[in-house]
Each structure stands twice: as C-alpha cells, then as structure tokens.
C-alpha cells in the first residue's frame, strides 16, 4: 500500500459526459501528479501541482483539468468525454521539489467511456 | 525532448531463468533513473532508482546499472520466479519533477 487513495476505482460513462477523479495523497505529501495509461499513448504525464499551485503541465487536453485543495487532495476533471479517454488514470504524490524525489503511486481510476 | 526507449514484450521465460529487460533513453542534463513495477490490477510501484552515472540500483534480486555513455539502464535478474510476472516500466526524472516512461516490457513466467 502506497498511502495514495484514489476514487472511484471505476467509472463507466457515456460519450459527451464529464467526470471527477479524486486522489488523496501520502501524508504530509505536497505534491501531486496526474498520469493517463492508455494502450495506444503507454503512460502519459499530465499534470502536477504542488502546495495548492499548477507546478508542471504535460500531455493534458484542454477539456481536461485538475486542481488541489487546501487539504491537499486533488481532483482531475475530465470534460466532453470522447471514446479515446478510456484509461487508466494513475495519482501519485511525492514530498517535495527535488528533481529526484521518489513518487509514489495510486491504485488507479479505470475510466470507460462508451 | 526526453524520452525512454525500452524492448517490446512480452518476455517469457522459465523460473530461475535469468532476466535482461533493456532501456536506453534520451535526455538533457543529468537525469535519474528508474524502473517501476506494475503488477495486475495495481498501481506502480518504484523497484529501483539511480540518481547518477555508475549508480546501481537494487532490490528484490533485480539491479539495473546507470550507464553514462551508453545512455542505458538495463534491468537484470539472476533468478526469475513465477512471482516476478508483471509489467516493468523503465523512466527517468528531469527537471520539474515529471516522470519521462517507456511503453513497458511484460514479462511472464512459467514454472
């Protein structure tokens, strides 16, 4: 167990829909990370924040965004979903900055769009 | 940019036989390395990291060594056992904090 909660663990939705992702990082974690896996694109970074702040931005659709929370949780939100979303979006959290700071693992949200 | 070039799987092999999943990438400045684990159903799990050139990595019986001038960072196993099926994924670490990954390598074992 990684200490990284993530829910729900599946999602079924429709084309057009929009979702919310939660994750819950590692205490005292301040860094959060947003992947997408997929079969086609492997694991792809979307995002992170920081202490409540945007910090990096990879790969991530503009009908995509996230944020974090005083509390330090945060949400992916995933909007206009298309048939290509269905993935398997992975948080991870990490406790700081330094370049290589190890970065734990969710379970996992498996998102199926149909 | 950065990027991780890892074998295209699936590997099989026998128990005890010995493992080599290779990994070679591309990146500026001085990157860490890392090979993560993800077994059925679960999330990643870091198996090993090195955080500079002639580093080894180790744990469980894997090792993986950063090599500098040949841009590599090959996962080895003496002894493979059923337990180790899963699928390994090679990465590396640059800049702001954001996880580069390859595609993958499955590897099945069979007693």
């Known amino acids: 167990d990684s200490g990284v909660t993530q829910t729900p663990k599946h999602l079924i939705t429709a084309t057009g829909q929009r979702v919310t992702l939660r994750c819950s990082p590692r205490s005292g974690d301040l860094s959060v990370y947003w992947y997408q896996q997929s079969l086609d694109q492997g694991l792809q970074f979307l995002i992170q924040y920081y202490n409540g702040e945007e910090r990096a931005k990879g790969n991530i659709l503009e009908r995509f965004s996230a944020q974090q929370f005083p509390d330090l949780h945060s949400e992916l939100n995933l909007s206009s979903l298309e048939l290509g979303d269905s993935a398997l979006y992975f948080c991870?959290?990490?406790?700081?900055?330094?370049?290589?700071?190890?970065?734990?693992f969710g379970p996992g949200t498996r998102l199926t769009v149909l | 940019g950065n990027s991780v070039t890892q074998m295209e799987g699936p590997v099989t092999l026998s128990e005890e036989a010995f493992l080599t999943i290779n990994c070679t990438y591309t990146?500026?400045?001085?990157?860490?390395l890392f090979w993560y684990v993800q077994y059925p159903g679960e999330g990643l799990q870091l198996l090993l990291k090195a955080t500079k050139a002639d580093d080894k990595g180790s744990n469980k019986g894997f090792e993986a060594t950063y090599r500098k001038e040949t841009t590599s960072f090959h996962l080895e196993k003496g002894s493979v056992q059923v337990s180790d099926s899963a699928v390994y994924f090679c990465?590396?670490?640059?800049?702001?904090?954001?996880?580069?990954f390859g595609k993958g390598t499955m590897l099945l074992v069979s007693p």
């Open positions: 990465a590396l670490l640059s800049g702001y904090s954001t996880l580069t």
């Open positions: 991870a959290s990490s406790g700081g900055t330094v370049t290589y700071n190890e970065q734990f």
């Open positions: 990146a500026t400045g001085y990157p860490s």
